[in-house]
């Protein structure tokens, strides 16, 4: 499989979440995120997009502790990719604030919030 089949795949899955059929999107966008895994390699931030449009799927079918590994190593490519870079991934931000709102739902202090942000960031920067 190649790239632009996981573009397809994953563009169909958002389409199926934003209408509601999420039982049909999930296969999908769990594709789509193995073939660019496998195109790109585990850390690419082209995998970090895939893996935090997961991470929504399965937060929006209230599967929050299957999203929050998810999120949280999107996370971490997109703290990388701006570490190496020097530039801001486009879509750190909107990742860091997703990750803020999953884990008060899954009955995280602020206390442990700050603490695991922390954690992502150091972990972004030791890899």
Known sequence: D????????NNLGQLLQDTNRL???????R????IDEQSYGADHPQVAIYLHNLA????????LGEAEPLMRRA???FWRFTRI??????????AMGNYRH???????SAGEIEA????????????
Do not use: C, D, K
């Open 85 to 94: 870079t020097g530039y801001e991934h486009p879509h750190l931000a909107a």
């Open 23 to 29: 039982e049909e999107a999930e296969p999908l966008m």
């Open 75 to 77: 996370l971490v490519i």
């Open 56 to 63: 929504a799927l399965l937060q929006a079918t209230n599967r």
């Open 116 to 127: 695991e942000l922390r954690t992502v960031v150091e972990e972004a920067a030791s890899g």
């Open 2 to 9: 190649h790239p632009i089949v996981a573009a397809a795949l």
């Open 102 to 108: 999953l884990l008060p739902a899954m009955g995280r």
């Open 31 to 34: 594709r789509a995120l193995a």
